[in-house]
């Protein structure tokens, strides 16, 4: 499915050359409580940027706002180019080129698994349901659950269902697949599973935005780490910078209170799962 | 006291005829008032405040008033004051329907409700239209969850028919009522009557029993 992966460098650098999706100074009020207040950094092709912070800090706000799921109240959202926010933007067609993952996988309890997989292309796309089947089933052999076509969402672990929902995502072909703590409702057993797959996509070069507390993942997988506390951005750069030489106090915070000292690079590879245990 | 269940026999055909008018009334007001119960619950759930205002109102008068006074109002008040003829079945039948799809809408209205949010961000997310997300998402699950209380709204439906008599809608009511007054035997064709309604509506309440529980293991 995604092929770009050779010719996609991943830039190191959140000021690269080639921004995908941006995010500027963007504001969200519920009420009285500011979720967001002027949010930027921007995410370059091929880049897995990983947002972390406290709970209730706005990332997942922010992830729902760059989908146009959540409106704004200030700042802008641009994917390639174009206002997510504008009133003349088309968002169903911005929605289709951002592929979302959600805590609670939000399969579809009434389809089979390989209907989930399915149902956005012949949807949305008018894809016909053979020719979608068929790239629904390429999908699930994927992330590893082509023998699952046929059964209902509630007969699959919550591994499971998460891999279908990256799948279901996948579906569109989108260029940037945004992850809202993907492994946050999973029992730890599964959380691994879930993990690998999303390894092996960022390491075809696939665009990711993860909101997640696996700093393992972040500091692992993660390209650039955008670190959030009280809507704000307090702190980005490479995982190196951030996690070994976090440069502000509320990120040491947040880290020591993880449990996170710093550890070396090394020590955590032991931590992380191994993308090739996948059953 | 000796009972002459002769009646009944001799009768048996105006009494069948009537059993079924009163299943054609049903299963009629039932396939309009499913889609008009549909559409009151889809216009409740409109962005525009006028729109949900008035379908409320609507919704309300229907559901807060007895359907005897609803039929009599129907029979009696469009003629007078509109000038608007309808036969005794069309005015039964409309009667009927827009009262059940006032209680339908309420049904509907709780099981769209019920689908979780995530459930519309999911399909959203996928670049669905809202009329699509409704369409493939959240009316199948809905309707799974509403089927038993729509079979109960059925049963409920299938015995309040008897009502249109007073309209003198040839319903198994009507007819049995009009034998009873011709042939003074009341016992008789009470019993006949009761045992025809029991005979009709102990297999649906049984199925929608059946649907609940088959329903409740599904969740």
């Known amino acids: 499915m995604i092929t770009r992966a050779a010719t996609v460098e991943r830039p190191r650098i959140g000021s690269g050359a080639a921004p995908i999706l941006r995010f500027e100074g963007v504001c969200k009020r519920y009420g009285p409580l500011e979720a967001l207040a002027g949010v930027t950094f921007q995410v370059n092709r091929g880049e897995v940027v990983c947002l972390i912070g406290p709970s209730g800090s706005g990332k997942s706000t922010l992830l729902r706002c760059a989908n146009a799921l959540e409106s704004i109240d200030g700042g802008r959202v641009i994917l390639d180019g174009v206002d997510v926010h504008d009133r003349r933007t088309d968002a169903r067609k911005l929605r289709r080129r951002m592929g979302m993952v959600f805590q609670n996988f939000e399969l579809f309890p009434h389809l089979t698994v390989l209907r989930n997989v399915a149902v956005g292309p012949t949807t949305v796309l008018g894809m016909s349901p053979p020719k979608a089947a068929e790239r629904a089933m390429e999908l699930l052999r994927k992330v590893g659950l082509a023998e699952k076509a046929s059964q209902h969402p509630a007969a699959l672990s919550g591994g499971q269902q998460q891999r279908v929902a990256i799948a279901r995502a996948l579906a569109m072909q989108p260029d940037v697949m945004l992850f809202d703590e993907p492994t946050s409702a999973l029992d730890p057993e599964t959380i691994g599973e879930v993990l690998s797959v999303m390894k092996r996509l960022a390491d075809e070069g696939m665009t990711m935005v993860v909101v997640t507390h696996e700093m393992d993942f972040a500091k692992r997988v993660g390209s650039w780490i955008v670190v959030f506390d009280h809507g704000k951005v307090v702190e980005q750069g490479p995982p190196r910078q951030v996690f070994e030489e976090p440069t502000v106090q509320r990120t040491r915070d947040f880290l020591s209170h993880l449990g996170w000292h710093g550890e070396s690079l090394a020590a955590s590879d032991l931590l992380v799962h191994s993308p090739s245990n996948t059953p | ?219």
Request: charged share 15%.
């Open chain 2, 1 to 219: 006291m000796t009972f002459d269940w002769s009646v009944v026999w001799d009768n048996r055909w105006r009494l069948i005829s009537g059993a079924e008018m009163t299943i054609v009334l049903t299963a009629t007001t039932m396939a309009v008032a499913l889609p008009g119960g549909l559409l009151l619950a889809l216009l409740r759930l409109s962005p525009f405040r006028v729109v949900r205002s008035f379908t409320t109102g609507i919704v309300e008068f229907f559901r807060a008033t007895p359907l005897i006074l609803q039929i009599y109002w129907i029979f009696y008040v469009l003629p007078a004051a509109f000038d608007i003829r309808l036969s005794e079945f069309a005015t039964a039948l409309l009667g009927l329907s827009l009262n059940v799809s006032s209680f339908n809408s309420e049904t509907f209205r709780a099981g769209i409700q019920s689908i979780r949010p995530g459930q519309w961000n999911a399909a959203l997310a996928l670049g669905m239209s809202k009329p699509q997300v409704l369409h493939k998402i959240i009316l199948p699950q809905a309707m799974l969850r509403v089927l038993p209380a729509l079979a109960s709204t059925w049963v409920s439906l299938f015995k309040d028919t008897s009502l249109v008599s007073i309209i003198a809608v040839a319903d198994l009511s009507y007819v049995a009522l009009k034998i009873r007054s011709e042939t003074y035997r009341v016992l008789e064709v009470l019993t006949a009557m009761a045992a025809l309604y029991c005979l009709m509506g102990y297999p649906q309440a049984k199925l929608v029993d059946w649907l609940h529980r088959r329903l409740k293991v599904a969740e």
